[in-house]
């Protein structure tokens, strides 16, 4: 069984990276179509989109990310794959406008879980062995992943590879990866992560994942909007009158608050962000 480690551009997955050799490393690219947010390095942004065979204008994340991910290919001394499945606007409208939220997490699916899914069968063939980046401290959170894997160990997914005579997916169940937690196994803790990474040529972004995550908190929404505002305005704009990213507040208004104390970096951390970008 081959071996793939799944990389988001956080430290942890990119310690996996580092220490832990795989068959293949894979990235997967959260691309929107706004102009506004468009990657500004032009001679890079073609390179981007030689590697995932697709138009890209930015991503949904810190642009740091595509700076990560190149660095962290040199560091390593191997290839990393990257894919991307379609546009973060055209998933919204596929799922007729409603926007994820934490009770439809849609979006880790559509913009990582697939693309990857897909590359695996069509570059693999078969299920693979998967590395996460959950540490030490987070058992729970590979016990609720292995709770989901079938008698063989391996994590399925509805995915279509085709469509009916009437133009409709063909849906079908298939087995994706068997999860491995490489730094569980072995002890491995945030702080001996940070202190790996503390000397190396690789950069990272702030806070990995979307900019506008709906898991982080109406505070540090107001904290990302002051350091990229275009970034949260596109997240602001895909909110309608029925479709919202939160039920306790709207990111137009959050983009509009006034400050009452400074806000640091050093007031949040990965807690407030979600999990996507570890």
């Not at 959260?30 to 697709?54: H, L, S």
């Not at 069968?121 to 078969?126: L, R, V």
């Not at 350091?227 to 309608?240: C, R, S, Y």
Request: glycine share 4%.
């Amino acid at each position: 069984m081959k071996t793939v480690n799944s990389l988001s551009g956080g430290k942890t997955s990119s310690y996996i990276a580092a220490n832990y050799p795989a068959d293949y490393d894979v990235f997967s690219l959260v691309r929107i179509e706004d102009e506004n947010c468009r990657f500004k390095d032009e001679k890079i942004r073609k390179e981007v989109e030689d590697r995932i065979q697709a138009p890209f204008i930015a991503t949904a994340e810190d642009d740091t990310i595509i700076y990560t991910m190149l660095d962290l290919e040199q560091f390593i001394g191997r290839p990393i794959t990257w894919t991307t499945g379609e546009t973060f606007e055209q998933i919204i409208k596929n799922h007729g406008g409603y926007l994820p939220n934490k009770m439809a997490r849609y979006c880790t699916t559509d913009l990582k879980t697939m693309p990857i899914l897909y590359w695996i069968y069509d570059t693999i063939k078969e299920p693979v062995k998967m590395r996460f980046g959950f540490r030490a401290n987070e058992t729970n959170r590979a016990n609720k992943m292995l709770e989901k894997v079938d008698e063989e160990g391996f994590t399925t997914v509805k995915a279509t590879f085709s469509k009916l005579k009437d133009g409709r997916n063909s849906w079908q169940t298939v087995r994706y990866c068997k999860p491995d937690f490489p730094l569980i196994d072995d002890n491995i803790y945030k702080d001996n992560i940070e202190n790996y990474w503390k000397d190396k040529e690789v950069r990272f972004a702030y806070l990995n994942n979307c900019v506008g995550c709906h898991w982080r908190s109406p505070l540090l929404l107001k904290h990302m909007s002051d350091k990229l505002p275009e970034k949260i305005k596109w997240f602001a704009d895909q909110e309608t009158d029925s479709a919202r990213w939160r039920s306790d507040c709207r990111y137009q208004d959050v983009i509009k608050w006034k400050s009452q104390l400074e806000l640091f970096d050093d007031d949040f951390n990965e807690c407030d962000s979600g999990y996507c970008g570890l």
